[in-house]
Each structure stands twice: as C-alpha cells, then as structure tokens.
C-alpha cells in the first residue's frame, strides 16, 4: 500500500506530506482546490515524464516521494531489484523519489539508488493503477486483459507451464541458430576455436600458477644481488676475526667469569648461551639460503618466457588465468558441437518437433478452458455494470486464437501467454454494438467500467493500490451509491484512493482527505488535511449543497450507512 506521499513545490503545492490509510481513501474538495495534484504528483512517482511548468513559481526544482509497504506485495520485487543494481527494501519500504529542476535536470531514485525513468515506470505498473483521463490503466491493454482472464479463471499454473515451454523453445532455436551457417563462415569459426582451445591447451595452465610465477621470476633475475647480501650477512655474522659469533665467544668467557665471583649472575650465562645458539641458527639458515641461489641464465630466460606467455593468454582470453581456462573450456566445448553439426542439428530439429508438439497441444488446451471462463467473467462484470447505472449494458470478450494452417501464420506470434490474443469490448447502450474499451471516448464510462471489473478482480489482481479519478462523472442517485459501495467493497482487498465531488461515493471511505487553497502572504498553497469525524460531517454537508440543517442531517446519515 501506499504510505506517505510528499510533494515540493509542485503547482500550488508548496511542501505537503500525505499519510494515507489502508482501505478505502477519499479525497474532496472544491474545484480547483488541487485534488487532481495528488493524481500528478504520483504519477511523476512512477516515472511518467516532468513537466517543468508544474514547478511552482518562485522555486526552481520540484520532488516528489512515494513510501509504498510491500509486505504483501506479489510481485518478484527483490530479484527485479538486485537485476537493475538497486538496493533492497528495507522493513518492507519501498521509496521512489522523483525530482526535476526548470533547468530540465531530471533525478529519479528506488531506496536511495539512482534509476532510469523506465524501470520507475516498470516498477509503478505492479504498484499502481490509476483509472480516469490520467495513465496506467492497466485494464486497456489486450495483454494484461489476458491476464485478468487467466487469473480469474484460476489459469495461472497453465499460462506459466505454457510460458516454459516457449522459453525452452527459444533456447533450442538460439542453439540452431549458432549452427547454422554459410560455409565459408562455418570454416572460420572451426578454424578459430581450434586455435583458441589449441593455444590454451598447449599452456597448460594452473589456477595459481601466475602468482607463483612472478615470485620465481623476482628471485632469479635479482640472484646476483641476493648472493651479495647473503654473503654480506654471512661474513658479518661468522666469516672474520670481528664477527658476531667471534664477539659473542669473548661475551661468553666474560659471564663465566662473572658467574665464578657471583653465584647469582648465571641467568646472564644461560641467555648467552640462548643468543649464541639463535646466531648459530641464522647462520646456518643464511649459508642455506646462500647456497640454493643460482645465478641461473637459462633458468630466468625460462621463467621470463612464461610469464610472458600468461600476460599474452590474459590480454586475449581473460583478466585472470582462470577466466582463461574457463575462456579454453568452453572453446573445446563450442567446437566439439561444430565439430558435429550435423548430428547436432538433427538433436536439435528433432527436439524441437517433439517442443513443437507439446506447445500447440498445452496452448490448445489453455485455450479451450479460457473460451469456458470467458461467459462467467462477461456475466459477472455485466452485473456489476448494471449496479453502477449501465442498466442494459453488456461487456463482450473476444478470444483469438492462431491457426497454424493459416498462410499468414508464423511461429514468432505465439507468445509466453498463449496462442490466444483478447480484447474487452464495452456496448453500453442497447442497439449498439460492441466496441474495444480502448475506443471509449468518455473518462466517466471508462472509469465505471473499470470500477466494475476491479469489483469482479478483487480478489485476483496483484496491483496493490487503485486511483479513481472522475469515477461519478455523470452519475448521481442510486448509482452514486452503488460506486461507493463498490470502492468499499473493492478496499476490502486493495488500498483505494479516490477523487470524487459526490457525498455518496465519499461517505463509505474509511479515511476522508479535504483539498483546499489558502492564502498566506500573498501566496495561494494547496493542502491536503485528514478529516475527523465532526469535520466530516461539515464537508459532506457542503457538497450536498449547503450548511442547511437538511443537509447536515442527511451527511450524518450517509456517514451512519
């Protein structure tokens, strides 16, 4: 649901933080007042593009945050997170901010991570679906109508299992593709593997071998100057008259003597002894050390040679000596398939006849239970059309499906959701016939057959939070209390905002907002206040027309039910 709405400088807005309820929310207020503003400023939220002349004057950039909770939220939300590099939701907070300046600098984030405005607008499609002259009407799409229908038919294991099948269909096709070539292209690609898996066959590489490489080659080109030190250090140590083992023998007859005219001083003689065992252990370490270190030509030639050899395997194949490996592996592999193209091919073709097969027959099957679901779902939103004032209203259902016998037909049509293609058709007067909802010219009809189809939905959509924006327009009596009953019945399930200028469709919300205008310093603001239960009473009272005790007496009974 959403949560917390802030706008900045936004029309009249100056700076207004909304915290919206679970449920059923309605927002009124006069004409002009910025209810509509609510409706822009969550749009820009979901990535619809800035219109620069909305910064309010006097400012020079604009922002708007939107905090969604998506405890409950079924999308795949957290691997299309980590898929864009963005950061996971924290205590089930998702934040999207959106801000632009007059200088036409745009800057959109998700939890604080830069974005692009369409993976915001790909992100708003599972968050919200805003119905009236504004966008993200989700229901006028033929896909996504498919979807309603599979979801309201219990079709969804069946729509995936299809999906599976044409995803497995795509990557043998992919396999064939990288088979099938001209000749002389298929000799150059013989040609290049076997070099690439030769070259790298022939190194015979080791994970770790870089590492231990370079530290051999280190030691043999500075052999000489090794030798020098070690030498340097052994004559220091043992190889003159004023060596350190010569010093420490005259220490050692000192202590002794020491030690005959003072009991107590033999711990001095014991250390003694302990020093002059550890120079005697340097000592030997050192001519070790010495004596291993070669001044080997041949042998820093060799390991200069292939040290040279990694670089050069790396510079073509890969940072690392195992990405190199890695790179010969999979050489030896693509080349072992060309090397037997066509027994590979005829794998592949027979593979995907027997796909093929298996596809036209789980997608006839998918669609014949549509073509069974789709009078139950005509059936149902039909009575809820009527409920809202379309008396011998009908909604139709279209179901394509392709035909493989069909000489414009081709397998790239058939996609992840089927064979079928499907278009809601709305009649909403008798005699008329039945046209696509896409094609309905009038914001309010559209808006109440939406109202009707979420009524139906419910329970199925996935989309968490639902905006109707001039759901009553041309709507009054019994029919104004029918849409409100239906946004209460819809809240049920789903977070409902709604802007409405009706006393009916407001006084079933459980949460009533109030948009006015004030004027504070010569400077007209708008702002959106949380009515309580008296304030409620006065503003239904106003748009039944008028501070009459009629009519405060009828607000209070709307708000009773």
Sequence with gaps: M????????????????????????????????????????LNLALGERADRTLIRSGSDSCSVEAAFDIARLR???????????????????????????????????????????NILAALGEWLVDI????????????????????????????????????????ALDAEKAALIVDEKTYAQQLDLLRFQAGEIDAAQLQPEEETRVEQDYKRASNAAKLLQLSQAALDVLSENDASLLTQAGSIGRTLQELQRVDASAAPLLTLHEQAVAALRDLQAELSHYSDKTDIDPARLQQLEERLNLIHSLKRKYGATVAEVISFGEEARRKLQSLEQRDAELGRLN??????????WRAG??????????????????????????????????????????????????ITHHGLDTLEFQFAPNPGEPARPLRAIASSGELARVMLALKTVLAAEDQIPVLVFDEVDANVGGETANAVGEKMKQIAQK??????????????????????SKQT???????????????????ELTRMLGGQTDAARKHAEALLKG
């Design 75 to 117: 999308a795949p939300l957290q691997s299309f997170l980590e898929e864009n590099g963005l950061e996971p939701c924290a205590d089930h907070q998702l934040i999207l901010k959106r801000s632009f300046t007059s200088s036409g600098t745009n800057r959109q984030f998700i939890n604080g991570s830069p974005t692009t405005l």
């Design 131 to 170: 119905h009236g002259p504004h966008e993200h009407q989700s229901l006028l799409h033929p896909a996504r109508q498919l979807a309603i229908l599979d979801a309201f038919g219990n079709l969804d294991a069946e729509r995936e299992a299809f999906a599976d099948l044409v995803r497995r269909r795509a």
């Design 2 to 41: 959403l949560t917390t709405l802030r706008i900045k400088n936004l029309a009249l807005v100056a700076d207004l933080t909304l915290e919206l309820q679970p449920g059923y929310n309605v927002i009124t207020g006069e004409t002009g007042a910025g209810k509509s503003m609510l409706i822009g400023a």
């Design 350 to 359: 027979a593979e995907l006849q027997k796909l093929e097969a298996e596809l």
């Design 494 to 515: 789903r977070q409902v905002l709604c802007i409405t200028h009706l006393p009916q469709v407001a006084a079933p919300a459980s949460a009533h907002y109030l948009a």
């Design 364 to 413: 006839q099957a998918l669609s014949a239970k549509r073509r069974k679901v789709i009078p139950q779902l005509s059936k149902a939103a039909s009575k809820q059309l009527a409920d809202l004032g379309f008396k011998q209203s009908r909604l139709d259902i279209a179901l394509t499906t392709l035909d493989a016998t069909d000489p414009a037909f081709h397998a790239s049509r």
């Design 520 to 538: 504070k310093g010569g400077r007209t603001t708008s702002e959106i206040t949380l009515l309580n239960a008296k304030d409620r009473v006065i």
